[in-house]
Nanobody, 116 residues
Framework: QVRLVESGGGLVQPGGSLRLTCAAPRAITSTFSPKTMAWYRQAPGKQRELVATITSGRDTDYAESVKGRFTISRDNSRKTVSLQMRSLKPDDTGVYYC???????WGQGTQVTVSS
């Protein structure tokens, strides 16, 4: 089973920042560049929700709850997609997942906890 590889989660105080990175494994690097990539998150007891997307042409879209605070970017040469998160709030707590649209590839998830 192919899995994207996320990193960068952790514990941060409210108002702090974190940067998540997702890398495509070697088996699928050839398919990375033309695909829209996304970050989802799932808070305890809640459904998984879409946080941000970035197309192959680097058009981006964000959930209303994170607009102005989160920035999604990609590096096609390194086959990575990142999520820069600023001004974090306790409501941002959850497991964050990377997703490759079209191929339906997910990562294993990385925990983000925003707490004082």
């Amino acid at each position: 089973q192919v899995r994207l590889v996320e990193s960068g989660g952790g514990l941060v105080q409210p108002g702090g920042s974190l940067r998540l990175t997702c890398a495509a494994p070697r088996a699928i690097t050839s398919t990375f560049s033309p695909k829209t990539m996304a970050w989802y998150r799932q808070a305890p007891g809640k459904q998984r929700e879409l946080v941000a997307t970035i197309t192959s042409g680097r058009d981006t879209d964000y959930a209303e709850s994170v607009k102005g605070r989160f920035t999604i970017s990609r590096d096609n040469s390194r086959k990575t997609v990142s999520l820069q998160m600023r001004s974090l709030k306790p409501d941002d707590t959850g497991v964050y997942y990377c997703y490759m649209m079209g191929n339906d590839y997910w990562g294993q998830g990385t925990q983000v906890t925003v707490s004082s």
